[in-house]
């Protein structure tokens, strides 16, 4: 079936240093949204990317869409411990009634003081 | 999130019995989803509902039944529990046509099957 490939699982870091997830999917997305779950919590929405190519910043976080609208990545500049959690990207597969989100295994990140 | 609400928030439950989860909305969307949770497995969509008494199939819908005769409310029901079924169940609203906002997750139901 359809898949939206994530990794890397799991990565740990010091506090202060970059992160970087990445998506793939083996067809080309209507749209890809990010979220973040945090140990113990639910998922909460970050982002949603739609034009091929795009980039979206929130403070510390960079988001891009591919081009060809078939991977995207969740970049953190400079982590903190705030920014522990789980993170998923979910590519729509298609518009209409037909486009379930397809959601990523997601990244486990954890961030050493 | 105040506008989604699920119960119980954990269950422990013998094998074999039925189970009804409950996701209670008050945002008015079209939209509910079921999902679970499982380490190494992501997010799977169970069912989800597209209206009152409108509902499909997800990925991972076998031993799974919903139920949806208010807006508000979307029932999960496991018909006979397996400890396969042991999981984290997620409900999530949003609306298809406008994604801007994404999905609104429920806090979850933690459901144990011994």
């Known amino acids: 079936g359809q898949q939206v490939m994530q990794i890397p699982q799991y990565q740990h870091v010091q506090e202060g240093e970059d992160f970087t997830t990445y998506c793939n999917s083996s067809t080309t997305l209507s749209n890809i949204q990010w979220y973040k779950q945090r140990p113990g919590g639910h998922p909460v929405f970050l982002i949603q990317?739609?034009?091929?190519?795009e980039v979206k910043k929130q403070k510390r976080l960079t988001f891009q869409f591919g081009e060809a609208k078939k991977n995207s990545s969740l970049h953190i500049t400079a982590t903190q411990t705030t920014d522990v959690g789980t993170y998923f990207c979910?590519?729509?597969?298609?518009?209409?009634?037909?486009?379930?989100?397809?959601f990523g295994k997601g990244t486990k990140l954890s961030v050493k003081p | 999130d105040a506008g989604i609400t699920q119960s119980p928030r954990h269950k422990v439950t013998e094998t074999g019995t039925p189970v009804t989860l409950r996701c209670h909305q008050t945002?008015?969307?079209?939209?509910m989803y079921w999902y679970r949770q499982d380490p190494g497995h992501g997010l799977r969509l169970i069912h989800y509902s597209y209206g009152v008494k409108d509902t499909d199939k997800g990925e991972v819908s076998d031993g799974y039944s919903v139920s949806r005769s208010k807006t508000e409310d979307f029932l999960l029901t496991l018909e006979s529990a397996t400890s396969s079924q042991t999981s984290v169940y997620f409900c999530?609203?949003?609306?298809?046509?406008?994604?801007?906002?994404?999905?609104?997750f429920g806090s979850g139901t933690r459901l144990t099957v011994v």
């Open positions: 945002e008015n969307h079209r939209y």
């Open positions: 979910a590519g729509q597969m298609g518009g209409g009634s037909q486009g379930n989100l397809i």
């Open positions: 999530a609203i949003g609306d298809r046509g406008s994604t801007r906002y994404g999905y609104t």
């Open positions: 990317l739609v034009k091929s190519g």
